[in-house]
């Protein structure tokens, strides 16, 4: 079968490999759809701590059922899946609190274990383990189906910001992820949406497609944001941008009682920001992170593009084959698309 392999940074190779074959409690995938993100644009330029060369990446995985390891029960070939991309332990502390988004233990699709740019993958034994095969609902496409990864850790976020009827939104970054801020947040009953970005031809291919109340570029964001909320300011700000500035602007433009996402990590040699603490003491701000999401979500996610409540096939601005995922990386480091989704 072809394969895309991470060797080493800029060196992303399309090889040939036997099939794999599951292991006892493993089940074979014949993947459909493995969708690209930002991170496998950081994975392709600076490689990752967690991946050990060579590494078949892709971790936004929909396909089939192709094959039972020994063992494994209530699944059969053909059964249309979904794989969450962070497998979290299970076991420990956070995870029987019920934190599983940052299990200290989490392992990923794509950095320990083979993932999705592949024509055949094998769902490890650890995802089945804390239900994170999912099925597929009737009527959602396998491109829509990997979408549900990403949207899973939109909704992590969203939980973790209390998004809720009424707000005022902001989302800062127009890409793919802050499309999906941008669609869930009017699911959840957001009064009005506002997406940012410094780009302005990204803002305006994005806003044609989700349609925000505003769609805000320039130096003086927060002012315009002021200005559209008579000052007072967002319920919520997220930033799916990795940028500390965007972050400082969050905690300008919160209003009182707001909260602020900070989604997008920043650079690790660059993490730190200003944040006046009295801004958030007096005006009782809530900063929240985020990390991922849990198997619970992705399960949730798939029934919000299910219901329709968050529509993803519009969003997928890209189809390509396998032989072209090292330009599928490029456009989606260009940014120049919403998503990128590879069909091997
Ligand atoms: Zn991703
Ligand atoms: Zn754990």
Redesign the pocket.
Known sequence: MKVARFHAPGDIRLEEAPEPSPGPGEVKIRVRNCSTCGTDVKIFKHGHHHIRPPRVMGHEIAGEVAELGEGVTGWAPGDRVQVIAAI?????E??RRGH?TV????ESMGYHYDGGFAEYTIVPAKVLAVDGLNRIPDGVGFAEASVAEPLACVLNGQELARVGEGDDVVVMGAGPIGCLHVRLARSRGAARVFLVDLNAERLAMSAERVNPDAALTGADVVDQVLKLTNGRGADVVITAAASGAAQEQALQMAARQGRISFFGGLPKDNPVIACDSNLVHYRELTIVGANGSSPAHNARALDLIASGAVPVADLITHHLPLADVLEGIDIVSRGIAIKVTIEP
């Open positions: 979290p332990c299970g076991q420990c956070e995870c599983r299990c200290p233990n989490q």
